[in-house]
Structures are given as structure tokens and as C-alpha cells.
């Protein structure tokens, strides 16, 4: 009866993936469409199917690094360190995203900053970031 309610759980699983897919599938198809109209050009559909696997396979592949970034820190949720980590290949990139946390830091309200305090674990694993450039 257990192994009844797994794959029940499995399918349920797969079901809500599936519907993730198409849905991230379907946006990238209507931005692509948009960029390609607002650039006076026609992309071809399997091109524009192309970039959506793509892009969707790129989506996965990065939320599986981010969570084992976190994990690695010894943390159950992913943070902005583990984003900007996962773009140290690409200088521009992880300049933007600093860029971005700084500015979400700068518009958190006061009383938000002060009330989240880091773990001492957190606070060594935040100390403990090196960005190494690429040769």
C-alpha cells in the first residue's frame, strides 16, 4: 500500500513539472516572439523551440547548483551569495548580481536588517567566499 501512495506522489510530482515546463516553455516562446517583433525580424519556430529547451535545461541545471551551493554551506535555503557564486565564471554577470544585492540590501527597511541576525555558521561561510577569476 506504501508504494501505492509514492507513485502516487511521484505522478502528482511529475504532473506539477510538467506544468512548470510548458508554462517556462510558453514565456520563453512569448519573449522571444516580442524581441525578435521589437527588432523588425521573424524567428523560426524550431529555433524559438530551441532556445526554450535550452534555456529550460539551463533553468534546471543552475537550480540543482544553487541548492547544492546552499547545502554545501550548510544551509536548507538558497541565498543571493549562492546566485552571485554560481556566476563567477561570467565577471559581468556576478558584478550585476552584486550589484542587484546591494541594492535590495539598501532598500530593506532598517528594522528588517537589524532583526536578521546570521548564525555564527553563516556569518564564517559568508566570510569564507573567495571569487577566484578564471585564467
Sequence with gaps: MGSDMERDDEEEEES?????????RL???SIAEAEGK????????????CVSDLAFKYAQQ???DLEL?????????VNMEDVILSAHRNDHLAASLRSISN??????PQSERKRKKNTRK???SNADVHYIADP
Design 62 to 64: 543552475l537550480a540543482k
Design 122 to 124: 553563516e556569518d564564517k
Design 16 to 24: 506539477v513539472s510538467e506544468i512548470l515546463r510548458d508554462r517556462f
Design 69 to 77: 551551493f546552499a547545502q554545501h554551506a550548510g544551509r536548507k535555503s
Design 103 to 108: 541594492e535590495l540590501k539598501a532598500k530593506e
Design 27 to 29: 514565456s520563453t516562446i
Design 38 to 49: 521589437k527588432n523588425g525580424m521573424q524567428i523560426s519556430e524550431p529555433i524559438v523551440a
